[in-house]
């Protein structure tokens, strides 16, 4: 299939959606958001795909909610409507996902980055919720995720003040698993989400269920979930697989992709 703001791609077995409104710096229009959320959940219900990345262009990875396109909203309409209810699509893919940002990351398109599973930046990235500047605040989990991503004072920092984090801060603050010079970030993202599409699909999607409920959960609720999942992983054909390879001393050849 094919999309006005999105292009999608896949190599081996990672999907890869790349935001493409140039003209805009990806500015997420709400046409841009529903062609993310239908590549994503069509890689996620695709067989062929066990991890995805999303990326924008080396200037953008988004530089945020289109404002223009904002701009004359209305409290009453907002709320009637539930504005920005339909940003959460991202969260509910089951598969891994990779950010690859370049560029700008502000705003919604911060937000974004974090309702992925990890980020990896190039060296040039750019992290910031400038709302502030706008007369507005983050909406689609920017005081919540980055929060709990790089804690109170950092962000705090960027949202009250607006400033930008460069790639070094943001990795060193855990914003960022992994920086990459700019121009080799793409193939350095799909090489791990590769790896990642390589192991048993139910364990990775386990895996992802129970790091997001950490977030959720109390730990005792967290431990007790993941302490279950992994009780569950003993029922795959692919945990007797992975372990029998293991003592064998070759290479599993995991079933479940
Ligand atoms: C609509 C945008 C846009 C945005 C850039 N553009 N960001 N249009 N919404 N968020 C458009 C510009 O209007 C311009 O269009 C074109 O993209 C190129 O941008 P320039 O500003 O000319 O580029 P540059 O001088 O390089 O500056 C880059 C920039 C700046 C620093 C990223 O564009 C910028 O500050 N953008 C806004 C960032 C921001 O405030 N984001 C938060 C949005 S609020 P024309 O037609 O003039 O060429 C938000 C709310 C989240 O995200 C709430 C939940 C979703």
Redesign the pocket.
Known sequence: KTYEYVKVEQRGRVGIVTLHRP???N??CSPLMKDLNDALRAFDSDDSVGAMVVTGSEK?FA??????EMKDLEFVSNYTKNF?AD?TGITSIRKPIIAAVNG?A????C?VAMMCDMIYAGDKAKFGQ??I??G?I???G?SQRLTSLVGKSKSMDMILTGVMMDAVEAERAGLVARIFPADKLLDESVKAASVIASYSLPSVMMAKEAVNKSLELSLAEGLHLERRLFQATFATEDQKEGMAAFAEKREPAFKHK
């Open positions: 003209k805009a710096l500015a997420l953008a530089a945020g909610a289109d404002i223009k920005l940003w700008f502000l705003g919604g398109g937000e400038p709302e500047k706008l507005t983050p909406g689609a920017g």
